[in-house]
């Protein structure tokens, strides 16, 4: 969370008084790093904050990894991966981000069946 530009300017005019860094961080429950950051904003011209950041833009093509996934329901994210020049890494992210599931491995241990599956295998 940013603090807001009152406060960052209140900050400056106790360095301006003639206290020292660590008096002001103190004083105010700031780090001493960002107090430090403050002033070379400060000599740059604004103290406003940095927020909200830019992101990069996504390296994937939303709408063909939706159409693809459509078209090929079971497929895993290494196939997907390599029909939309992508990773598979960066297809499992872009699934999530969009909310799509995928399909789930079947539990083979004991633990992890039903209990009607467990009779099946004991006879």
């Known amino acids: 969370m940013a603090y807001g530009e009152d406060f960052r300017k209140r900050a400056m005019a106790m ?16 780090g001493y790093v960002t107090l430090h950051r403050w002033k070379k904003r400060q000599a740059e011209g604004s103290l406003a904050a940095a927020y909200p950041k830019r992101r990069k833009a996504y390296k994937i093509n939303e709408e063909a990894l939706k159409s693809y996934v459509a078209a090929h329901p079971d497929a895993y994210a290494e196939e997907i991966a390599t029909a939309i020049g992508s990773r598979p890494g960066t297809v499992a992210s872009a699934l999530k981000r969009l909310k799509i599931t995928r399909k789930k491995k079947r539990l083979s241990t004991g633990s992890g069946t039903k209990k009607s ?4 295998f004991q006879k």
């Open 15 to 30: 360095l301006a008084e003639g206290k020292s860094a660590t008096a002001v961080c103190r004083l105010l429950g700031v």
């Open 117 to 120: 599956e467990k009779i099946i």
